[in-house]
């Protein structure tokens, strides 16, 4: 019997070792053919048996009949392989696509690199926009965005078509009116800047009118210096990463889709608060748009693929005469030889945007409309409606990508990108219109040309170190340069009706001749260090140059780590988590001086005594950049399928620039005073952002589903210090030991009386806070519903709480007018009532909060807003049997945008900023202020998405 046991235990430990063979295998890219040092090796049934590639690519192993080899990398498509049986020293070869796995998403780690969000030490939102926009019909990049990141609002800061977007992103620390992110499309540096060379800055063109949102294929938002610190002294307010739609890849043919988007828009929200509601309810038109878009992507073999796009999109908004007429064209194309590989982008657009004035100033029809209860005291509705103002651009975009493997496995990428924007502005009034005292007629022109280039310069290596330990070093050289160039003329008093040549006018108003430009040259290294795909430890360090700094300043460095360790699950935890990652990071960038805040400029001015030369501009030789620190910690983790995510962050700025008192015994005129700019602010800011995302149910054949996601954030910030003095602008104050921009005023404290006890106004106290224009919590939440696998139901909520806005629009009104219902109630009642009685003075007093004191009507401005809903329906199964597979889709979708909303504010519009959104300003401005503005319109849009 032992003897037996003894040849049955041989027998199958022989054939035991028969099934077990060595393989010897190489990894490489697929379509390179270079070597991938560092693969993971896994082998699926033993994953504790696995190995890495070696500084050559190779790997060796011992694998079993039966088994499957798991091939990951950073950057690459997971590769997998069944080997039924193997042969004693069989040679595997694996070729690597590049990419991510279809459960992974690559998003943007750095300037240098984009990696799998496992791979990521910072919280880097990303937007599957080609997704989104193939379901619905969101209209600019603010719908896009709005809702779907954490840490930041995004909205349109007016509610008239191709208006400004204000960002806030995170606690906001920072004493800079400037705060648009940067923004790349498809690696070109694009110009942002707000357009308002013949209207005023409230009602500006944006640069953003002029995305493709239908070529748009994702985005990644950067958010905070931990994660932008690669780009530089301009990236403290985050980094947009925008990456347009290319041709096939993986297959060769063609798809062509086609789109059809028609819609209306109206007044979401009546005003109520006037004696004469009705002028201003029926002055709002009905507004329409009609979108057409085609697109064509190909792949003539494994090497050239290409994307071309058209778009014409007419859109009129709830404003009489605002329209905006858009035409775009894309084109993309990519061609890959062994180590070569050429990406080129281009893109061009022409619109005209018509801006009629609605908003802040005595001409616009707003103010008109609600100041008195007879309507257009200042201006006439036919003369408003005759003014022209608008906006004609041609925009151009454009980059050439080079990529190239060098020997020893030296990656070179080179990018060159253009942005080249010409805005021809007009603000006509005809000949016969009377404005103001002038009924001869006028004329306003501008011609701006703005241009940006940036050209990067990139070297990477990839190396294989201890067991599963793999290294990526890289060197990235970018320059970019910025020129605004503007000419115009202002003229009045032309001859006869009819004739509006400038050359024919009497009366040359003002000209402008000006130009700027800004050269910025970074140098960025970053070593990447990874541990079994599961440790990757990130370091950097930025070194930047630029015109816009102080001729003392030499350079700045900001410097970036970060860690990411995904978590393996400990046993009791098998079945339960999924994924788990902990991160933190560490990162610096900055805000560069507002133009010229270096030079000193001076005035040749031509006097009786000979040609005399006078101070205009007083620069600082040592400014340099405001600059941010910030640390963030969290941590992602998916269970019983769902996704938590949670961050702490906590943002430290100094060198903020304050402009500070020159003192004229020094030869400075007391012109400049307040004027002279310094690097002595300090602020610090925090918050939390946590994102939740569930699926609640599944039915049992897999047609039915219910997924949910909440997004929390709360941020705050506080002045450390702002130079040693108050910095005010009317109601908006920083000052240490509160938020930045806290609103600053007096209040009513009361009415004033004669010695007749007669009413005579009211007594305003001394200034004090009266909150802030950031919320202290906002957010969205929503759901996403799938009925029998092709109808999907989604919806988009946002809230915000904590924010204030300084309603001007209603003060003006109350103190200047005789529309605002409030007082006018309580001017007719003071009128029957007694002076010197009790109900006298407590309706006198009542009236004193609207009789002029600001801080009255700084008002809470809290809401939850409905504001998406989309109903979409899958038609592709259908679509294609009947038209013989000539259909390979068909979606169609409703969309409804700001459907609903409940607020605290005595206002149309909680969500508002008269300011424009971001704007290169000078100190301190007006921040969340309610002038007249345009509230946001509620729309509905209807479109057919097909694709052959």
Same mark, same amino acid.
């Given at each position: 019997?032992?003897?037996?046991?003894?040849?049955?235990?041989?027998?199958?430990?022989?054939?035991?070792?028969?099934?077990?063979?060595?393989?010897?295998?190489?990894?490489?890219?697929?379509?390179?053919?270079?070597?991938?040092?560092?693969?993971?090796?896994?082998?699926?049934?033993?994953?504790?048996?696995?190995?890495?590639?070696?500084?050559?690519?190779?790997?060796?192993?011992?694998?079993?009949?039966?088994?499957?080899?798991?091939?990951?990398?950073?950057?690459?498509?997971?590769?997998?392989?069944?080997?039924?049986?193997?042969?004693?020293?069989?040679?595997?070869?694996?070729?690597?696509?590049?990419?991510?796995?279809?459960?992974?998403?690559?998003?943007?780690?750095?300037?240098?690199?984009?990696?799998?969000?496992?791979?990521?030490?910072?919280?880097?939102?990303?937007?599957?926009?080609?997704?989104?926009?193939?379901?619905?019909?969101?209209?600019?990049?603010?719908?896009?965005?709005?809702?779907?990141?954490?840490?930041?609002?995004?909205?349109?800061?007016?509610?008239?078509?191709?208006?400004?977007?204000?960002?806030?992103?995170?606690?906001?620390?920072?004493?800079?009116?400037?705060?648009?992110?940067?923004?790349?499309?498809?690696?070109?540096?694009?110009?942002?800047?707000?357009?308002?060379?013949?209207?005023?800055?409230?009602?500006?063109?944006?640069?953003?009118?002029?995305?493709?949102?239908?070529?748009?294929?994702?985005?990644?938002?950067?958010?905070?210096?931990?994660?932008?610190?690669?780009?530089?002294?301009?990236?403290?307010?985050?980094?947009?990463?925008?990456?347009?739609?290319?041709?096939?890849?993986?297959?060769?043919?063609?798809?062509?889709?086609?789109?059809?988007?028609?819609?209306?828009?109206?007044?979401?929200?009546?005003?109520?608060?006037?004696?004469?509601?009705?002028?201003?309810?029926?002055?709002?038109?009905?507004?329409?748009?009609?979108?057409?878009?085609?697109?064509?992507?190909?792949?003539?073999?494994?090497?050239?693929?290409?994307?071309?796009?058209?778009?014409?999109?007419?859109?009129?908004?709830?404003?009489?005469?605002?329209?905006?007429?858009?035409?775009?064209?894309?084109?993309?194309?990519?061609?890959?030889?062994?180590?070569?590989?050429?990406?080129?982008?281009?893109?061009?657009?022409?619109?005209?945007?018509?801006?009629?004035?609605?908003?802040?100033?005595?001409?616009?029809?707003?103010?008109?409309?609600?100041?008195?209860?007879?309507?257009?005291?200042?201006?006439?509705?036919?003369?408003?409606?005759?003014?022209?103002?608008?906006?004609?651009?041609?925009?151009?975009?454009?980059?050439?990508?080079?990529?190239?493997?060098?020997?020893?496995?030296?990656?070179?990428?080179?990018?060159?990108?253009?942005?080249?924007?010409?805005?021809?502005?007009?603000?006509?009034?005809?000949?016969?219109?009377?404005?103001?005292?002038?009924?001869?007629?006028?004329?306003?022109?501008?011609?701006?040309?703005?241009?940006?280039?940036?050209?990067?310069?990139?070297?990477?290596?990839?190396?294989?170190?201890?067991?599963?330990?793999?290294?990526?070093?890289?060197?990235?050289?970018?320059?970019?340069?910025?020129?605004?160039?503007?000419?115009?003329?202002?003229?009045?008093?032309?001859?006869?009706?009819?004739?509006?040549?400038?050359?024919?006018?009497?009366?040359?108003?003002?000209?402008?001749?000006?130009?700027?430009?800004?050269?910025?040259?970074?140098?960025?290294?970053?070593?990447?260090?990874?541990?079994?795909?599961?440790?990757?430890?990130?370091?950097?360090?930025?070194?930047?140059?630029?015109?816009?700094?102080?001729?003392?300043?030499?350079?700045?460095?900001?410097?970036?780590?970060?860690?990411?360790?995904?978590?393996?699950?400990?046993?009791?935890?098998?079945?339960?988590?999924?994924?788990?990652?902990?991160?933190?990071?560490?990162?610096?960038?900055?805000?560069?001086?507002?133009?010229?805040?270096?030079?000193?400029?001076?005035?040749?001015?031509?006097?009786?005594?000979?040609?005399?030369?006078?101070?205009?501009?007083?620069?600082?030789?040592?400014?340099?950049?405001?600059?941010?620190?910030?640390?963030?910690?969290?941590?992602?983790?998916?269970?019983?399928?769902?996704?938590?995510?949670?961050?702490?962050?906590?943002?430290?700025?100094?060198?903020?620039?304050?402009?500070?008192?020159?003192?004229?015994?020094?030869?400075?005129?007391?012109?400049?005073?307040?004027?002279?700019?310094?690097?002595?602010?300090?602020?610090?800011?925090?918050?939390?952002?946590? @994102? #939740? %995302?569930?699926?609640?149910?599944?039915?049992?054949?897999?047609? &039915?589903? =219910?997924? +949910?996601?909440?997004? /929390? $954030?709360?941020?705050?910030?506080?002045?450390?210090?702002?130079?040693?003095?108050?910095?005010?602008?009317?109601?908006?104050?920083?000052?240490?030991?509160?938020?930045?921009?806290?609103?600053?005023?007096?209040?009513?404290?009361?009415?004033?009386?004669?010695?007749?006890?007669?009413?005579?106004?009211?007594?305003?106290?001394?200034?004090?806070?009266?909150?802030?224009?950031?919320? @202290? #919590? %906002?957010?969205?939440?929503?759901?996403?519903?799938?009925?029998? &696998?092709? =109808?999907? +139901?989604?919806?988009? /909520? $946002?809230?915000?709480?904590?924010?204030?806005?300084?309603?001007?629009?209603?003060?003006?009104?109350?103190?200047?007018?005789?529309?605002?219902?409030?007082?006018e109630d309580l001017k007719a009642l003071l009128a029957t009532q007694t002076p010197g009685t009790p109900e006298y003075i407590a309706t006198a007093n009542e009236l004193s909060k609207y009789a002029g004191p600001r801080g009255n009507f700084i008002e809470k401005a809290d809401f939850i807003r409905l504001s998406n809903v989309t109903i979409s329906y899958d038609l592709g199964a259908w679509?294609?049997?009947?038209?013989?597979?000539?259909?390979?889709?068909?979606?169609?979708?409703?969309?409804?945008?700001?459907?609903?909303?409940?607020?605290?504010?005595?206002?149309?519009?909680?969500?508002?900023?008269?300011?424009?959104?971001?704007?290169?300003?000078?100190?301190?401005?007006?921040?969340?202020?309610?002038?007249?503005?345009?509230?946001?319109?509620?729309?509905?849009?209807?479109?057919?998405?097909?694709?052959?």
């Amino acid at each position: 019997m032992y003897q037996f046991f003894t040849f049955l235990s041989i027998t199958l430990l022989s054939c035991f070792a028969v099934q077990a063979q060595n393989i010897e295998g190489i990894v490489n890219d697929k379509s390179t053919g270079g070597i991938v040092p560092g693969a993971s090796i896994i082998i699926r049934e033993r994953p504790q048996n696995g190995t890495v590639a070696d500084a050559n690519g190779k790997f060796n192993l011992v694998l079993h009949n039966g088994e499957t080899l798991l091939v990951k990398m950073v950057g690459y498509k997971s590769f997998q392989r069944h080997f039924p049986k193997i042969q004693e020293g069989q040679q595997v070869e694996i070729s690597l696509e590049s990419g991510v796995a279809l459960d992974e998403v690559l998003v943007t780690a750095s300037l240098a690199n984009s990696r799998s969000k496992r791979a990521i030490g910072t919280n880097v939102d990303h937007i599957d926009a080609a997704d989104i926009v193939a379901k619905s019909n969101p209209s600019s990049l603010a719908e896009l965005v709005n809702g779907r990141i954490s840490g930041a609002q995004v909205y349109n800061t007016n509610g008239k078509v191709g208006m400004p977007i204000r960002f806030d992103i995170r606690s906001a620390a920072t004493f800079s009116m400037e705060r648009d992110p940067l923004i790349f499309i498809d690696g070109v540096r694009y110009g942002s800047s707000n357009t308002a060379d013949v209207n005023s800055a409230q009602e500006a063109m944006s640069a953003l009118n002029d995305l493709p949102m239908n070529d748009i294929a994702s985005i990644d938002v950067i958010k905070g210096p931990a994660a932008a610190a690669s780009y530089g002294a301009e990236a403290a307010n985050g980094v947009v990463i925008i990456q347009t739609k290319r041709g096939l890849s993986g297959k060769k043919g063609v798809s062509v889709n086609v789109k059809y988007t028609g819609g209306f828009s109206e007044l979401a929200n009546k005003y109520t608060k006037y004696v004469n509601n009705d002028a201003l309810n029926n002055f709002f038109d009905r507004g329409h748009q009609n979108q057409f878009y085609a697109n064509l992507s190909a792949q003539f073999d494994q090497a050239n693929s290409l994307f071309f796009s058209a778009n014409s999109n007419t859109t009129s908004g709830i404003v009489p005469g605002n329209k905006d007429n858009r035409q775009t064209f894309r084109a993309g194309y990519d061609f890959t030889k062994d180590n070569f590989k050429l990406g080129f982008t281009a893109g061009y657009v022409k619109g005209k945007l018509s801006i009629p004035q609605s908003a802040s100033g005595r001409d616009d029809a707003i103010w008109n409309l609600m100041r008195d209860q007879t309507p257009w005291p200042f201006i006439s509705e036919e003369t408003w409606r005759a003014i022209e103002k608008s906006y004609s651009n041609d925009r151009f975009t454009g980059s050439v990508k080079l990529n190239y493997t060098l020997p020893f496995n030296i990656k070179l990428e080179s990018l060159v990108g253009l942005d080249l924007n010409r805005i021809d502005g007009l603000n006509y009034l005809p000949y016969g219109y009377l404005q103001g005292t002038n009924s001869t007629g006028a004329k306003q022109v501008s011609d701006r040309k703005n241009q940006n280039i940036n050209w990067d310069v990139k070297l990477s290596r990839n190396f294989a170190l201890a067991d599963k330990w793999q290294l990526n070093l890289a060197l990235l050289s970018q320059l970019t340069k910025s020129t605004e160039k503007v000419n115009g003329i202002s003229v009045r008093n032309f001859a006869v009706p009819g004739i509006s040549n400038i050359s024919s006018a009497a009366e040359i108003l003002g000209t402008t001749d000006t130009y700027f430009e800004k050269r910025t040259h970074g140098i960025y290294g970053e070593a990447f260090l990874s541990y079994n795909n599961q440790l990757f430890i990130n370091t950097g360090v930025r070194r930047d140059v630029s015109n816009m700094i102080g001729r003392n300043v030499a350079s700045i460095w900001y410097p970036t780590v970060s860690v990411a360790y995904n978590v393996k699950p400990f046993e009791f935890m098998q079945g339960k988590i999924d994924e788990w990652k902990i991160r933190a990071a560490y990162g610096e960038s900055g805000r560069l001086p507002y133009p010229n805040d270096a030079q000193t400029a001076y005035l040749v001015e031509n006097s009786s005594f000979g040609p005399l030369v006078r101070p205009s501009r007083k620069g600082n030789p040592n400014i340099k950049p405001e600059r941010t620190g910030e640390f963030e910690i969290g941590t992602d983790i998916s269970f019983f399928k769902q996704r938590l995510g949670f961050t702490y962050y906590l943002q430290n700025t100094r060198d903020a620039i304050v402009y500070t008192t020159l003192l004229p015994s020094l030869g400075w005129p007391s012109s400049l005073s307040g004027d002279y700019p310094e690097n002595v602010g300090k602020i610090r800011g925090k918050g939390i952002e946590v @994102t #939740y %995302n569930s699926r609640v149910f599944t039915s049992g054949n897999q047609k &039915n589903s =219910l997924d +949910i996601f909440v997004i /929390f $954030n709360h941020q705050s910030n506080k002045v450390i210090s702002s130079g040693g003095h108050d910095i005010i602008n009317t109601v908006n104050l920083i000052r240490p030991g509160l938020p930045a921009f806290s609103f600053y005023t007096g209040i009513s404290e009361g009415a004033n009386f004669n010695d007749k006890g007669e009413y005579m106004g009211p007594k305003e106290s001394a200034p004090q806070v009266l909150g802030k224009p950031f919320p @202290t #919590y %906002n957010g969205s939440f929503g759901f996403n519903l799938q009925l029998v &696998n092709n =109808l999907r +139901i989604q919806s988009l /909520f $946002n809230y915000s709480k904590g924010a204030k806005v300084y309603n001007i629009s209603n003060r003006n009104v109350a103190s200047q007018g005789n529309n605002f219902k409030a007082s006018e109630d309580l001017k007719a009642l003071l009128a029957t009532q007694t002076p010197g009685t009790p109900e006298y003075i407590a309706t006198a007093n009542e009236l004193s909060k609207y009789a002029g004191p600001r801080g009255n009507f700084i008002e809470k401005a809290d809401f939850i807003r409905l504001s998406n809903v989309t109903i979409s329906y899958d038609l592709g199964a259908w679509a294609k049997r009947q038209t013989n597979g000539l259909f390979k889709s068909c979606v169609l979708s409703l969309t409804g945008n700001n459907l609903w909303l409940t607020t605290n504010y005595g206002g149309v519009e909680p969500q508002i900023d008269s300011q424009g959104g971001s704007k290169r300003n000078r100190g301190i401005s007006y921040l969340s202020s309610d002038w007249t503005a345009v509230p946001a319109p509620r729309s509905y849009a209807m479109s057919v998405n097909i694709g052959f």
